[in-house]
């Protein structure tokens, strides 16, 4: 079983396949900054920068329908909050190899999407 459900972003856009794929593109060009932020912040020792992150990467896991990912992120902020970063040490580490794992996921996604267009 995958760690993304798609069936979200296709209620949201009707099953348009060009809108789901431009989501999905916008996703893979700025999501992967960000879990760089997570980890950068995370290695600093910077709780306000690494709550911040994972506040930003939650609605992308939202309309990914990662609910993992979504979790992870959230446990990262509260834990963050209560004991500083050192206690988020394993959920970040967790949801990196989630966001790997979604990156590829949606990769094959696109892949798919662009072989089943018809020639124009």
């Known amino acids: 079983m995958g ?5 979200y972003l296709e209620r949201l856009y009707k099953g348009d ?7 999905i ?17 995370l290695e600093q020792d910077d709780g306000a920068r690494l709550a ?3 506040h930003d990467l939650r ?19 509260q834990r963050v909050r209560t004991d500083g970063p050192a206690a988020a040490v394993e ?13 590829d996921e949606l990769r094959a996604v696109l892949a798919r999407y662009m072989s089943d267009k018809e020639p124009v």
């Not at 593109?25 to 912040?41: H, I, R």
């Open 91 to 103: 959920p970040v580490k967790e949801v990196l190899t989630v966001s790997r794992a979604a990156e």
């Open 52 to 54: 911040a992150a994972a």
């Open 3 to 7: 760690v993304i459900d798609l069936s």
């Open 17 to 23: 396949r060009t809108r789901i794929a431009q989501w």
């Open 59 to 77: 609605p992308y896991a939202h309309y990914l329908g990662a609910g993992r990912m979504l979790d992870l992120l959230i446990a990262i902020g």
């Open 25 to 41: 593109s916008v996703y893979l060009e700025e999501a992967p900054g960000t879990f760089q932020q997570l980890a950068d912040s």
